[in-house]
């Protein structure tokens, strides 16, 4: 069984700040992360994955995230943010094994605030 | 092409109707899911079709009926729903099950 952990729920930040939105996971084999964005009443665009290789991820918008083994977390940062960073942000884990019963877990999401 | 379409974008309906979800994608995509996303809550999967059959399924009541024509289309077909059934429902699909999964923008249904 996998589970995906988002310790804070809410992060306000004023615009141009750095942000960090933090991710840990629980898995017994390894693992596919991703993190996804939410915008108001739309649906989940992918930010970023890890499938292998370098531990630093880029994705779109300025947003990177590094994936810590041995910590077992994959936290989001973006060194600036602006208003329009304001949405959901979801950390989403899938075990690397075979088969259809594979699954993508969802953590239960961070809202991310950027104040003037 | 990396999207998945879903219509309608909005949906009512009263809880004697029967009325029908759809999406599409042409990525060639062999699974494809339905998740429902309450307000402030992650995604909670419904199903999931694998090579257009029906891999899993969260047991989920029978007033939810998938329905995996082809590989490009999933349907939800909705009959007798509850009022605590108003949510978004998200379409999604991936190359294989579990993998980078590509999101519809959803269907905001309300049931009146």
């Known amino acids: 069984a996998q589970s995906v952990t988002q310790l804070d729920s809410q992060v306000p930040v004023f615009e141009e700040a750095p942000v960090e939105l933090r991710c840990n996971y629980s898995?017994?084999?390894?693992?596919?992360l991703f993190w996804y964005v939410q915008y108001p009443n739309q649906g989940l665009q992918l930010l970023l994955k890890y499938l292998s290789g370098s531990t630093l991820v880029k994705g779109i918008n300025g947003f990177e995230a590094e994936f810590n083994k041995s910590q077992t977390s994959f936290h989001l940062r973006k060194p600036s943010v602006h208003i329009s960073d304001t949405a959901e942000y979801f950390c989403?884990?899938?075990?690397?094994?075979?088969?259809?019963?594979?699954?993508?877990?969802f953590g239960s999401g961070t809202q991310l605030t950027v104040l003037p | 092409d990396t999207e998945v379409t879903q219509t309608p974008k909005h949906l009512v309906m009263g809880m004697t109707n029967k009325k029908s979800l759809k999406c599409e994608q042409h990525m060639g995509h062999r699974a494809m899911y339905w998740y429902k996303q309450k307000a402030k809550k992650p995604p909670e999967l419904m199903f999931v079709?694998?090579?257009?059959?029906?891999?899993i399924n969260e047991s989920v009541p029978s007033r939810f009926s998938p329905e995996c024509p082809n590989s490009s289309l999933l349907n939800l077909h909705l009959h007798a729903l509850q009022p605590e059934d108003s949510a978004l429902y998200l379409c999604?699909?991936?190359?294989?099950?579990?993998?980078?999964?590509?999101f519809g923008q959803g269907t905001r249904l309300t049931v009146v």
């Open positions: 999604a699909s991936s190359q294989e099950p579990g993998l980078l999964a590509f």
């Open positions: 079709y694998s090579y257009e059959k029906l891999s």
């Open positions: 989403a884990v899938s075990q690397i094994s075979s088969g259809s019963a594979r699954q993508l877990t």
């Open positions: 898995s017994s084999v390894s693992v596919y």
